[in-house]
Nanobody, 122 residues
């Protein structure tokens, strides 16, 4: 089972940017899609962005379209989330995960990592 370690979170002012990284403990199979998710207290984890195994297909939550960009480097077993024009409502713990495309889209995945906290506040 792959272990995923998220990093890059922190405190940023509204309108600022952050880049999250997710490193896998082993080679992510070429068939694995990857996704970034976020969760706030009392709410369900939601999909933020997903990217297909080859990187040619992406999917974004409406709330982040035009502001966030997901990318992956299979050689480094890493997926990234570039977050621009951050808003207070983007504050959450962000997680990544990997699996078949539909499983990534529906969050029907196995164990989750610790996540990385993103706080957008002035």
């Amino acid at each position: 089972q792959v272990q995923l370690v998220e990093s890059g979170g922190g405190l940023v002012q509204p309108g600022g940017s952050l880049r999250l990284s997710c490193a896998a403990s082993r080679r992510i199979f070429s068939s694995d899609a990857m996704g970034w998710y976020r969760q706030t207290p009392g709410k369900q984890r939601e999909l933020v962005a997903a990217i297909s195994s080859g990187g040619g297909r992406t999917n974004y939550a409406d709330s982040v379209k035009g502001r966030f960009t997901i990318s992956r480097d299979n050689a480094k077993n890493t997926v990234y989330l570039q977050m621009n024009s951050l808003k207070a409502e983007d504050t959450a713990v962000y997680y990544c995960n990997a699996g078949p495309w539909m499983a990534v889209l529906t969050s029907s995945l196995g164990s989750w990592g610790q996540g990385t906290q993103v706080t957008v506040s002035s």
